[in-house]
């Protein structure tokens, strides 16, 4: 299969500040999406598949692909601590940023065009299962801090958030490359070529 969509959850960024606000952990998960297509002119003596291996800009482990998706988290919190020192999360801000490349064929026959109308599609659902395991990994951390019990003091707190934010991305990461698998890069989702 020539389409896929591996993605790698890069460390996320820990920010932390000391917050005074009131009582319970607010979350949220800010979301910025990029769409980065590359052109493909086909020649009319060409394949589709050998159209768009040659225009394909994604080289993973020396095999080139048709689509690819990046997904990066990010999370900040704030704590506060009551008069017995304990320490609890009062705030988590989450960023999700995910970056999905396709094709657009911008010259082709007619033939060559009908069956890259079949193909986008199928790759394009493909890529969107990748920017759901970012979307499913941010949530998960937004709330997986915001809730976190009161620690003995801040530094503990503190571990404990950056550990679980971590534990999640990988777990993540790891659902994600079984999906490659079962879809076998989207060929048992119809991103497939015949030709």
């Known amino acids: 299969m020539n389409a896929t969509a591996a993605t790698a959850a890069k460390p996320a960024a820990l920010l932390l500040a000391l917050y005074t606000a009131a009582a319970g952990a607010q979350a949220a998960v800010a979301q910025e999406h990029v769409e980065r297509p590359y052109p493909v002119y086909a020649q009319p003596s060409d394949t589709l598949r050998q159209a768009l291996n040659a225009a394909t800009p ?11 998706t990046r997904w990066n988290v990010r999370w900040t919190f704030r704590w506060q601590s009551d008069a017995s020192d304990r320490c609890r999360i009062t705030e988590v801000t989450t960023r999700l940023r995910t970056e999905v490349q396709l094709p657009e064929l911008r010259r082709a026959t007619p033939q060559q065009r009908a069956l890259f109308d079949r193909y ?8 969107q299962g990748h920017v759901q395991f970012g979307r499913d990994a941010a949530h998960a951390i937004d709330q997986g801090i915001a809730q976190l019990p009161t620690a003995p003091d801040c530094a503990t707190l503190e571990r404990q958030a950056n550990a679980l934010g971590h534990r999640l991305l990988r ?3 790891e659902r994600e490359k ?6 076998r890069h989207g060929a048992s989702q119809g991103a497939r070529l015949g030709d």
């Open 58 to 68: 994604i080289s993973v482990d020396g095999k080139r692909f048709h689509g690819y």
């Open 120 to 127: 986008l599609p199928a790759l394009s659902r493909h890529e």
């Open 171 to 173: 777990e993540r990461a």
């Open 178 to 183: 079984q999906y490659d698998r079962e879809t």
